[in-house]
């Protein structure tokens, strides 16, 4: 078994056993909607136990915690990879050059950025935006998994392979998921599109035919 399907598995477990130390508050937060709590009042707690977090060593060297961006109530949400250094600095996800290509798909979709949500499955900048590895998975996987259950969207849309194989517990390469809608056991109802992340087609533009096809089967699904 590679490192990252040992992270799956991992985090797999945790989210099977809901317990990890340190971050065993986000679940008493969260728990709390079934009393009332808005779902703003819920992702500021959880923003909260985040920044408290100490799973891994990234905590470290971040400059600021890149929790995430949006509307709450939104229809659609975005999950990438990890902060990179502009996101880092600004404290928002996709901000860099990966970000601008982002709002101008959600654009194209006839969005705004405002009003989708936007989110990573890591929230502090691995250095030199080296790719997460299973352990800062395992440590930081049950804050996005809670963000997903807090918005509750119709879909989310997996930006590239650690999105994609994270939400999908699968280990298939990206290439081969793209393009097809699938549940996740996270959230009942909410349909994953795995797509190619925007850093890839920036390096790869014939890539950007193939994001606009998935692209268009979400916003048929959301309208
Ligand atoms: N790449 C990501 O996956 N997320 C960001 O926020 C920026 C670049």
Redesign the pocket.
């Known amino acids: 078994m590679d490192g990252f399907a040992k992270a799956i598995n991992s985090a797999k477990a945790y989210l099977e056993t809901d317990k990890m130390a340190g971050v065993e508050a986000l679940f008493r937060e969260s728990a709390k909607s079934e009393t009332g709590q808005t779902k703003d009042v819920r992702l500021e707690a959880l923003k909260k136990s985040a920044e408290a977090c100490k799973g891994c060593q990234l905590n470290k060297r971040r400059t600021n915690l ?1 929790f995430g961006v949006g509307t709450p109530s939104a229809k659609l949400m975005f999950i ?5 250094e ?2 880092d600095l600004k404290g ?5 050059r ?2 601008q290509l982002l709002t101008k798909m959600i654009e194209a979709m006839g969005l705004r950025r405002e009003d989708v949500y ?1 989110a ?2 890591l929230k502090c900048r691995p250095p030199n935006n080296r790719p997460p590895q299973p352990d800062e998975i395992s440590a930081c996987c049950a804050f996005i998994a809670e963000q997903v259950k807090i918005i509750n969207p119709k879909v989310v849309c997996a ?2 392979k ?2 994609a194989q994270f939400l999908l517990k699968t280990d298939e390469p990206i290439s081969a998921l793209r393009g097809k809608f699938r549940g996740i056991d996270l959230a009942d109802g909410v349909k994953v599109m795995p797509t190619f ?3 890839y087609m920036l390096r790869n533009p014939s890539s950007k035919r193939l994001v606009w096809e998935d692209l268009k089967k979400i916003k048929n699904e959301i309208d």
């Open positions: 890149v990438g990879e990890a902060p990179g502009d996101e928002e996800p996709f901000v860099g990966a970000g936007i990573n499955i930006l590239g650690f999105a992340h925007p850093a």
